[in-house]
């Protein structure tokens, strides 16, 4: 069974920094891209950010690059995103998404909640 | 930047038909996904490629997609179908990721 844990959420102040880890587990996980998408409370679906399987390909969305970094440890079957200078508007459920074929989000965790307030 | 249009909101009553868009430019040369999200649950894939199903979705869900507009389409709709529906495709000029702005799909 496809599983990913998302971990690392919780309450931190604004210009600080976060990190996030996805354990995942079920299936080959150095033979996927892996993707951050995040819902702010009440709001829709934002994605943030991908990684491709080697980690060779990196992609942010606008709102996030320079401050966000996406990595990933296939050795150890976890995704992370490093958070820095984080503003109230980062405040979301930060979800880690696998990418299947036709580039869909097939297996999704259950989030991991960021708060920024200070 | 490219920007996926959905409705707000689709009321249906139930065994009867709702059909959801999303509007793109070209958005009929993408692959467009839909995804299903009830209340405090992370998003399920309901239509993927336009018009396939996992396995486990019920036939009532189709998609298609011609010109600027696709479309998810749920076949005598219940009560669990209520929730809300995001589109999404990935914009190759831009290697991003694009979400629609979503649809709640209220059961009457």
């Known amino acids: 069974e496809v599983q990913l844990v998302e971990s690392g959420g919780g309450l931190v102040k604004p210009g600080g920094s976060l990190r996030l880890s996805c354990a995942a587990s079920g299936f080959t996980f150095s033979g996927y891209s892996i993707n951050w998408v995040r819902q702010a409370p009440g709001k829709g679906l934002e994605w943030v950010s991908s990684?491709?399987?080697?980690?060779?390909?990196?992609y942010y969305a606008d709102s996030v690059k320079g401050r966000f970094t996406i990595s990933r440890d296939n050795a150890k079957n976890s995704l992370y995103l490093q958070m820095n200078s984080l503003r109230a508007e980062d405040t979301a459920v930060y979800y880690c998404a696998r990418e299947g074929r036709q580039l869909v989000l097939d297996y999704w965790g259950q989030g991991t909640l960021v708060t920024v307030s200070s | 930047s490219y920007v996926l249009t959905q409705p707000p909101s689709v009321s249906v009553a139930p065994g009867q038909t709702a059909r959801i868009t999303c509007g793109g430019n070209k958005i009929g040369s993408k692959s467009v996904h839909w995804y299903q999200q009830k209340p405090g649950q992370a998003p399920v894939v309901v239509v993927y490629d336009d018009s396939d199903r996992p396995s486990g979705i019920p036939e009532r869900f189709s998609g298609s997609n011609s010109g600027n507009t696709a479309t998810l389409t749920i076949s005598r709709v219940d009560a669990g179908d209520e929730a809300d529906y995001y589109c999404q495709v990935w914009d190759s000029s831009s290697d991003h990721y694009v979400f629609g702005t979503g649809t709640k799909v209220t059961v009457l």
């Open positions: 990684i491709s399987s080697t980690g060779t390909y990196i």
